[in-house]
Every structure is written in structure tokens, then in C-alpha cells.
């Protein structure tokens, strides 16, 4: 089994019960120290065989590996061996699941608006491309069970493609697995042939999804599965309605091909015009966003060389007045020796003559007329 995460089973709170199914329940939980929202896998090991067991170790590897923004993710695990039971801690979905939201446009009558179809084709395709083409040294990824129970949406009513419990690695890009697993309405010709399958195969998945995204109903459907694998071989089904346009009826005419081969991949899927715009406004909003960060780093380093600025001017004026006060200082201290040292150099004054003084008489010039 896995080794034990980073959270202890009482630091969540258990809210309500979203889901059950063979091995355990699906819980919502709050985690007590910040209240934030997860979801839980609560399942009992103890039931499983060796093999189950090695299939869930692999599904925790792997969860923790995925990230993505339209894959659900993964954030911990919990093993509590007194109960044989693995908690595996994940992103919650507030949405719900796509075939609950499926079932209510259903039993309201209305179909679902084309822009959220497109938006959610684009967004498992953005998906599956990180599964399948993984980073380098990393294999590649098959989820082989697409289907609307497995895909979430969020608050903002975004994709979320979750639920790799049937994942199966592929070390090699030309690899076929064998295995024959899946629900059997989103099952791909070649799986329900019990052929190899790669990549190709939940691109045909994804295909029905779209198609009961569109009509409400699976594209494939019969009292049982002997019947069902016939008509999935023949690949014949009923077109969408009418008022979908035909762009989209084309693309999963491309996914829902009986050939792999000349099924649609994703490169060829995202050159369809609608596709294409939404991938132009995603590289747009990834633009904006860097460019938006961008200005923040740009204000906050304004922010701190303008107080670098003001701290260098602070200082600038605190030494300048420390100077100016040294300098008053040094003036009141050599002002009085300056007066001293002026007298002492002035000559000394010569003594007068102590004989008394007779003042001369004064002559009176007589007139030449006289």
C-alpha cells in the first residue's frame, strides 16, 4: 500500500456522503484547521485482491502525478490499518458530476446550449492531452473509462476529468493494452472486440459523451450487451438535433468512427474552427494573466524602489544635518581662540614722554600795511 500522506484522519470533518460502490464511499469533508472543502475516496483494502490492490496503488501514483487545470486533483492520502481502509483526499467539485447534470436537463426537457458542449469538449481534450502525451521520461496515460459520471464540474462550470481507477500506463507510444475494461455504453469498438487499444479509444468515449451532451441519450444503446456490442461494431446512430449546428455533428462523426485509425486525434480536432477560437482565447487569457503578474511585479518593485528612494533620501538629509551640526559645533569651538590670538599679535603700544607739555605760543603775523 501506499505510505501514509502529510494529514491525519482527524483533522477532517466528515459532511456528507456524495457516493458509494463496491470497495467504499465517496465522501465530502471539511478540513478543520482552514474549513477548506475536499473530497474523499474512502476505500477497504482488506476486500481486495493482490491485484485490485496493485490497480489502486498504481491509481494513487498516478492522481498524484496528474496535475492539471481541467483534471481532478489530487491532494493526500490517508491509511488507517486498523480498519484496512485508504482515504484518498481530492479536489471537490461543487457542479457535481456531468451525468447528474445530464439527468436534470433530462427530466426538465431542455437540451444543454452548444457553447457549454464546445466548452467541455475542448477542455476534456485539453485533458486527455496530458494523458496522453506525457512529459519526457514520464509513459503516457489511458483513462479508458471516459463517461459523464467520471467528469466534474466546478464552481464555474469547467471540466474536470477525474475517476483513474481503470487507468492503464503505456511506456511506449505504439504500446496496445489488452485489457478489457470500461462502461460498456462508452466502450470503443476495438475494446468490446477485445483487441489491443490505444490512445484512440477514449477519443471514441469522449465521442459518446459529447453525443449524450447533445441528444441526452448515449449514442449506443440495448436491452443487453451482446446487442450493444453489435451496434457499437456497425457504429451506426441517430444524428443529433437538428439545431446544433453542423460543425459539431461533424466532430463526432470524426470521434465515433468504427476504424481507429481514421478516428479524429487531437491535433486534427483542434484545427475545427470553433475549437480553434476557444484555444486563441485560452492562449489569450494565459496572455493577459502573465501580463497582469507581470504589472504586479512591476508595481511592487516600483513600490520598493520608491522606498529605497525615500529611505536613501531620509538617510541623505539625516547625515547632512548630523554634518551640519558638527560643523556649528567646530565654529563656536574655534570663534574665542581666534579673538585671542588676533590681540596677541597686535604690536604693543609704545609708553608717551613724561615731560609735561608746553603748548607753543601761537605768533600773530603782522600786516605788510603797518
Not at 491532494?75 to 488507517?80: H, K, L, Q, S
Not at 579673538?339 to 597686535?346: C, I, K, P, R, V
Amino acid at each position: 500500500m501506499p505510505v501514509r500522506g502529510t494529514h491525519k484522519l482527524d483533522e477532517f470533518e466528515v459532511v456528507e456522503v456524495i457516493g458509494s460502490g463496491q470497495y467504499g464511499v465517496c465522501k465530502k469533508v471539511k478540513r478543520k484547521s482552514d474549513e477548506k472543502v475536499f473530497v474523499w475516496k474512502e476505500l477497504d483494502y482488506g476486500q481486495m485482491t493482490e491485484t485490485e490492490k496493485k490497480l489502486l496503488c498504481q491509481e494513487v501514483n498516478l492522481l498524484r502525478e496528474l496535475k492539471h487545470q481541467y483534471i481532478v486533483r489530487y491532494y493526500d492520502r490517508v491509511i488507517d490499518r486498523s480498519n484496512t481502509t485508504l482515504y484518498i483526499v481530492m479536489e471537490y467539485c461543487e457542479g457535481g458530476d456531468l451525468a447528474s447534470y445530464i439527468s436534470r436537463c433530462k427530466t426538465e426537457r431542455r437540451y444543454i446550449e452548444e457553447n457549454f458542449i464546445w466548452k467541455i469538449l475542448f477542455q476534456l481534450l485539453l485533458a486527455l492531452q496530458e494523458c496522453h502525451r506525457r512529459r519526457e521520461g514520464v509513459d503516457k496515460v489511458l483513462h479508458r473509462d471516459l463517461k459523464p459520471a467520471n467528469i466534474f464540474l466546478d464552481a464555474n462550470r469547467n471540466a474536470k476529468l477525474g475517476d483513474f481507477g481503470l487507468a492503464r500506463i503505456l511506456a511506449h507510444n505504439y504500446s496496445l493494452a489488452k485489457t478489457f475494461v470500461g462502461t460498456p455504453y462508452y466502450m470503443s469498438p476495438e475494446v468490446l472486440s477485445q483487441q489491443g487499444y490505444n490512445e484512440s479509444s477514449d477519443l471514441w468515449s469522449l465521442g459518446c459523451v459529447i453525443y449524450e451532451l447533445c441528444s441526452l441519450s448515449p449514442p449506443f444503446n440495448a436491452p443487453n450487451q451482446e446487442i450493444l456490442a453489435v451496434k457499437v461494431k456497425e457504429g451506426k446512430f441517430r444524428p443529433i438535433p437538428s439545431h446544433y449546428s453542423t460543425e459539431l455533428q461533424a466532430v463526432i462523426v470524426r470521434l465515433l468512427k468504427v476504424e481507429p485509425s481514421q478516428r479524429a486525434s487531437i491535433d486534427t480536432l483542434f484545427s475545427t474552427r470553433s475549437l480553434r477560437l476557444l484555444l486563441w482565447e485560452k492562449e489569450l487569457h494565459q496572455q493577459e494573466s502573465e501580463l497582469k503578474e507581470l504589472r504586479i511585479k512591476l508595481k511592487t518593485r516600483e513600490a520598493a524602489l520608491d522606498q529605497k528612494e525615500k529611505d536613501l533620501t531620509a538617510r541623505e538629509q539625516g547625515l547632512h544635518q548630523k554634518d551640519r551640526r558638527e560643523l556649528l559645533e567646530l565654529v563656536k569651538v574655534k570663534q574665542p581662540r581666534e579673538g585671542a590670538t588676533s590681540q596677541e599679535n597686535q604690536p604693543p603700544i609704545q609708553p608717551t614722554s613724561s615731560k609735561p607739555f608746553h603748548p607753543k605760543p601761537i605768533l600773530k603775523v603782522k600786516s605788510s600795511r603797518t
